[in-house]
């Protein structure tokens, strides 16, 4: 069934109780082909429980979707739209002109003033700088705010002196004047969501705003910025953790976003309405709108890229790790679902092997692969045994966890053993981290299993299924393959790369244009031209080996894990002879990223433990740092440099340039404080540095927010010395003092609570401790504005990633945005993936009666478990399923269990049952509880956790437990994700079903298009799947809906019978019997006829109806 028709409005069904309504039409343009297109506003409608009654449903209008619509589909779905005529009704233009009660005369004379205010407010600004703003001058902002709040004169405000004097007292140094900045904003802003944005995108896209602004006049453009957004994009995120971002990088996305939008808002306007004359030549406004997309590509993929660092996806440890996609149809359920009988496909042997490292057979002497293996060899590698050697087998796999100077040197956590042993560089194969790995089958054995399946299923079970079953193949036809596209980069491809080459400063740039200009017989280049370059493979892989060297870490990273380096980097480039420096620079960085992540305080102690005492470092941050190289040596000279006497910032300075390029470093000092309290020399030479570091303005720019975690684990272990901890709240007093965007920060990690349990261990006597704390409370209202904000970018963010899809569906043109599949990749991550309780953990162990164990996760809040020994004596240990971050770990109690009842609790975490060193909570049992919160979102992995009850309620010897609650790995965004995909996929496709079967309505000889047509839409699914989606469970959501919602409802319409009893499918069939004959004139069309109803008979053959939709009434379409 296509849709509902009530009331002559066609309501489409997206769920559950859901359905979408046209409302409103926004504005049209000219489409890709010459005709008319309009946009739509679907609005979200709620069903009541009562059924279809008017009465239960609810107009959800914070909830809607923007569709473009051809003409034949709104003549098909939206009929209140058309007019009398049958034309469609155009956007309404509301007369801007309309002024409610003011006179022309006196509007006239009070713009006049205006004016007059804004020229003497200028004025009077120059001439007090440096001195106490005079009142006049307050007086005269408060005049122009009181003008700006009346509607009809926001014209004249538009003046761009205005623009100037915002940014003057935006940039004041006196509080009042930036307070009077804000209100006068406030004032322009609260006419219409229109005015708002564009004082937004005006003020943001001044150059260097941020120098200009403090923090009360920057919160008070992101406030701004989160009513503007508030209803634009609706998208909950409840559940989901979102990282803390600052202020500085929070209005950084701002611009970017807004400057996106407001490009996209440009495309749209750029097309020229119908029936419009222009008088540019179609060559000018083709030139002028490539540009355009050009630039809206190039901005859409650095707020990708600021993005997703701010969301913090590219750190290592957090990389994507789910199963890759597997070849084939998106529309063909998977075999272990609909055929649970057959074997299963992994019965053929496979092995695992790595897509990117070298393995040993390509090195001509043993040595030469052990260096490469020491050089390229990174901690959480996964790594394989090539030969047998004491306990460890050749075959085995593992973990790659650390390396030193003794022999053997390598440290290996086996699977096969489930414990470390150190082996020889010679012995090991790189697999990898987990995305570097892939299943292989020999090709004699693949083609043996091809055989079977070919072979032994001749006839498979859900071959023939109702409609709800999935399995397209025939429709999904191959594309021929053009010789000359495949030497040459696709323009997304070569956009992609040119992506990086604009990130390039001055000679840098001018050196790699100077490149292209060679191999393309020396043409002038500019911006025009290179938009539209055909870029040869080989030119793109020079390209690639040129841009590593000249790209900082932060677009390096982003120029690893982009399509054009995966698809033309590493393994394309493995012969040439500059591939080396290439491997390097990508190795170095990931290298970094992987030990700026090493958070194992275990590690760090077995370091110190296992080497010998002569061949350590002297100083433990001479330990931290000696795996990092170059890099890490800059710490070192920052420590040396300002332990030195005399001026300090000419040598601190260059460092401070040199770790904003390379962050790593940095991280991982301040990630040094979350390790075990007996690094306590370690933990005061880092917080001296850092708290001198504070005090150079180029130092707030390194990404402090992304290792605070660190000092929240320090300041809330209850075993952290109290000088390491009189010290960190001095570097962290002193941190917000001078930007409380880390204020804000720490607010929402909770660190008012931290902060509070420290004083009340140690008694009130931390200095400062109070002042941090009260500075921490007074940013509650930030904290929640900065949620608010990283909340509705990263919705509006997917929103127009799904309006791209959708222009992608009906213009059938590529996609061309880089770092498009990166951004799909992690918001589809976490699908194919369900952690749930049982899955967190192994086994659960407890320290007597064994038996009762079962009673702690049975969820039945009436059996407990019951210990029997001495006080003080019993607890639960946990064996951790491995990776699993605790995001909450909760014990349940009941009061009524008296003496019984825990009134003490510590919990402590280790690599294994003899090495519980690390005490991770410690909970004090009110009489009145019943849930206890141990532990909440945990930041690195234990492989056991131990809870021990120290002390009973009353005195009690023994204890009773009800239960456990133990909550895994925090929510993905695939969820939410999946669900705005499938909506806007459904609607897509419902709209246009709607439109072709009231097409065939009216003319059953366009039944003959119909096979092309869905051939066209499902191959164009399926290109978007593999190109975007990550793995299986994305495709198949993604194939499942576009199945159900064009091809079911488009199946059952033209086998419905019409009020003569024909069906306009059987009145094809008729007419392909009455012209048999003419399949033996050559001259006749009729074999093309026959062809095509052949293939359009495919659709029955895997696609049942279920039950006749009512008949598609033909609107009447006004004559062109």
């Not at 049209?28 to 609005?43: A, S, T």
């Not at 939410?976 to 419902?990: D, K």
Request: glycine share 6%.
């Amino acid at each position: 069934m296509v849709g509902e028709l009530r009331y002559r409005e066609f309501r489409v069904p997206l769920g559950p109780g859901l359905h979408a309504y046209p409302d409103e039409l926004i504005r049209q343009r000219v489409g890709h082909d010459g005709h008319p297109e309009y946009q739509i506003r679907w609005l979200i409608l709620r069903r009541g429980d009562e059924g279809d009654g008017g009465s239960g449903q609810v107009d959800c209008k914070a909830e809607h979707i923007l569709l473009w619509m051809s003409k034949d589909e709104i003549y098909a779905n939206c009929h209140k739209m058309l007019g009398e005529d049958g034309q469609v009704i155009g956007p309404s233009q509301e007369s801007a002109g309309e002024v409610g009660a003011l006179d022309k005369s006196v509007l006239e004379e009070m713009e006049t003033d205006v004016k007059s205010l804004i020229q003497r407010a200028l004025r009077q600004l120059e001439e007090c700088v440096g001195t106490i703003p005079p009142a006049p001058l307050l007086h005269t902002v408060h005049v122009l705010s009181a003008y700006a709040s009346i509607e009809p004169l926001t014209g004249v405000f538009k003046d761009p002196r205005v623009l100037d004097l915002l940014m003057h007292m935006l940039s004041s140094p006196d509080y009042q004047i930036r307070w009077s900045a804000g209100r006068m904003i406030q004032a322009l802003s609260s006419h219409d969501a229109g005015t708002r944005t564009q004082i937004l995108l005006s003020l943001s896209q001044q150059e260097a705003i941020e120098k200009h602004l403090d923090f009360d006049s920057r919160c008070a453009l992101l406030a701004l910025f989160a009513q503007a957004t508030l209803s634009e994009h609706p998208m909950s995120f409840e559940g989901i953790q979102l990282p803390q971002v600052p202020g500085r990088v929070l209005f950084s996305l701002v611009k970017r976003y807004l400057h996106v939008t407001s490009l996209l808002d440009q495309l749209n306007d750029s097309a020229a309405e119908p029936g419009a004359q222009n008088t540019s030549a179609p060559e000018e406004l083709s030139g002028e709108r490539g540009q355009l997309e050009l630039e809206f590509s190039m901005a859409m993929g650095t707020l990708i890229s600021e993005l997703v660092q701010a969301m913090r996806w590219d750190q290592a440890s957090d990389r994507p790790r789910s199963s890759a996609r597997s070849p084939g149809s998106i529309f063909q359920p998977q075999l272990a679902d609909v055929s649970p009988g057959l074997p299963a496909a992994q019965a053929q042997p496979s092995f695992r092997r790595s897509r990117r490292f070298r393995p040993r057979s390509e090195f001509a002497s043993g040595n030469t692969y052990a260096l490469y293996v020491r050089d390229t060899l990174q901690p959480g590698m996964r790594v394989r045994m090539l030969d047998d050697y004491e306990e460890i087998s050749a075959g085995d796999e593992g973990e790659f966890r650390q390396s030193n100077n003794g022999v053997p040197p390598v440290q290996v956590f086996w699977e096969s053993t489930g414990r470390t042993y150190w082996v020889h560089w010679h012995m090991l194969e790189i697999l990898g981290f987990e995305e570097d790995i892939e299943d292989m089958v020999e090709a004699d054995e693949y083609q043996g299993a091809v055989a079977s399946r070919v072979l032994g299923r001749a006839l498979p079970a859900w071959r023939w299924r109702p409609m709800t079953e999935l399995y397209a193949v025939p429709y999904v036809l191959p594309e021929d393959e053009d010789t000359e596209e495949c030497e040459h980069l696709t323009l997304a491809e070569w956009w992609e790369l040119l992506f990086f080459i604009k990130k390039l400063d001055g000679p840098d740039h001018q050196e790699v244009l100077q490149i292209l200009q060679e191999n393309l017989d020396g043409e002038i280049l500019d911006d025009e031209i290179l938009a539209e370059l055909a870029v040869p493979i080989e030119l793109a892989q020079d390209l690639l080996l040129t841009l590593p060297q000249r790209l900082n870490d932060s677009a390096l990273r982003d120029l690893i894990n982009c399509h054009v380096y995966k698809k033309y980097g590493p393994e394309a480039l493995a012969g040439n002879q500059a591939y080396p420096s290439l491997l390097e620079a990508q190795e170095d960085v990931l290298l970094l990223d992987a030990q700026a992540q090493a958070k194992d305080s275990e590690d760090a102690a077995k370091v110190e433990a296992k080497e010998p005492p002569s061949q350590s470092p002297n100083t433990p941050l001479q330990r931290l740092v000696e795996g990092y190289g170059p890099a890490g040596k800059i710490l070192l000279d920052l420590e040396q440099a300002l332990s030195s006497e005399g001026t300090q910032e000419n040598k601190v300075k260059p460092l401070l340039l040199q770790l904003q390029r390379q962050p790593q470093p940095f991280l991982a000092l301040m990630q040094s404080l979350d390790t075990p309290e007996t690094n306590r020399t370690l933990h005061l030479t880092v917080l001296r540095i850092l708290k001198q570091l504070v005090d150079f303005p180029e130092a707030l720019l390194l990404p402090w927010h992304e290792a605070v975690d660190a000092c929240m684990a320090c300041l809330r272990s209850p075993n952290t010395d109290r000088e390491v901890l009189q010290e960190l709240i001095f570097f962290l007093h002193r941190l917000t003092s001078v930007s409380r965007d880390y204020a804000v920060v720490l607010n929402q990690l909770g660190a008012r609570d931290a902060i509070s349990k420290a004083l009340e261990k140690h008694l009130g006597k931390l200095e400062l401790a109070q002042e941090l704390r009260d500075m921490v409370f007074k940013c509650e209202k930030h904290a929640h504005l900065y949620r608010k904000l990283i909340t509705n970018i990263l919705g509006g963010c997917i929103q127009m990633v799904l309006g791209q899809i959708e222009d992608h569906r009906r213009t059938h043109q590529p996609i061309n945005i880089p770092f498009f599949d990166v951004f799909l990749r992690y918001l589809c991550q976490g699908s194919s993936v369900e952690v749930k309780e049982d899955k967190c953990w192994e086994k659960v162990e407890v320290s007597s009666n064994p038996h009762r164990a079962s009673k702690l996760t049975d969820h039945n809040p009436k059996t407990y478990w019951e210990s029997n020994g001495s006080a003080g004596s019993h607890y639960i240990t946990l064996h951790m399923r491995r990776g699993i971050l605790i995001r909450q770990l909760t014990l349940l109690v009941a009061s009524e269990d008296s003496s019984y009842m825990p009134a003490r609790v510590v919990v402590c975490g280790g690599d294994s049952t003899s090495s519980l060193h690390t005490e991770l909570n410690s909970v004090n049992v009110m009489p009145s509880a019943s849930r206890v919160i141990l532990l909440e979102n945990l930041t690195r992995f234990w492989p056991i956790i131990q809870i021990r009850i120290k002390r009973c309620q009353q005195g009690g010897i023994d204890t009773r437990i009800r239960g456990l609650e133990i909550l895994g790995p925090k929510p993905t965004f695939w969820p939410v994700f999946r669900e705005q995909l499938c909506r806007h996929t459904r609607l897509f496709y419902m709209v246009r079903a709607q439109a072709w079967s009231q097409d065939m309505a009216e003319d059953r000889r366009s039944l003959l298009h119909l096979s092309s047509r869905l051939n066209g839409a499902l191959r164009q699914e399926q290109n978007f799947a593999d190109r975007f989606l990550p793995d299986d469970e994305a495709a198949q959501a993604l194939g499942k809906t576009c199945w159900e919602a064009l091809v079911s409802p488009v199946v059952q319409n033209i086998t419905s019978p019409d009020e003569d009893g024909i069906s306009p499918l059987g009145w094809l069939l008729d007419q392909y019997l009455e012209c048999q004959e003419a399949v033996f004139n050559p001259q006749s069309r009729g074999p093309a006829f026959f062809s095509r109803v052949r293939r359009l008979t495919h659709l029955l053959v895997h696609v049942e109806p279920c039950e006749a939709p009512p008949p598609v009434v033909a609107t009447p379409r006004p004559s062109e």
